[in-house]
């Protein structure tokens, strides 16, 4: 079993930064592919970015990149997204989610969800 907890969602103005954290537990931790996705109101749920340290992958969607950076510590079993320029379109809750393969995350197919953080960019 693996717990997700987000963590440094708020207000803020267009073109501010913000970096959200996600702290796990569990042992498998480290052998997870760990991703961020977004949801705005009335959209699906979209695909950010996501990290897997076993093969030393690193994806991020087109939307972002550029702007937002995904980063991890094993050591800390946390993975950070930090979001630079942020517009309001930005604007959404913000999830953590583990699964055994970046695969799956980028198609959507988690194992585990943490509960969510919500940013508000204004502009």
């Known amino acids: 079993q693996v717990h997700l907890v987000e963590s440094g969602g708020g207000s803020v103005q267009a073109g501010d930064s913000l970096r959200l954290s996600c702290a796990a537990s569990?042992?498998?931790?480290?052998?997870?592919?760990i991703g961020w996705f977004r949801q705005a109101p009335g959209k699906e749920r979209e695909f950010i970015a996501c990290?897997?340290?076993?093969?030393?992958?690193?994806y991020v969607a087109d939307s972002v990149k550029g702007r937002f950076t995904i980063s991890r510590d094993n050591a800390k079993n946390t993975v950070s997204l930090q979001m630079n320029s942020l517009k309001p379109e930005d604007t959404a809750v913000y999830y953590c989610?583990?699964?055994?393969?970046?695969?799956?995350?980028?198609?959507?197919?988690?194992?585990?969800w943490g509960q969510g953080t919500r940013v508000t960019v204004s502009s």
């Open positions: 990290n897997s340290w076993i093969v030393s992958a690193t």
């Open positions: 569990g042992r498998i931790f480290s052998t997870y592919a």
């Open positions: 989610a583990a699964a055994p393969a970046t695969s799956r995350l980028r198609n959507r197919d988690a194992e585990y």
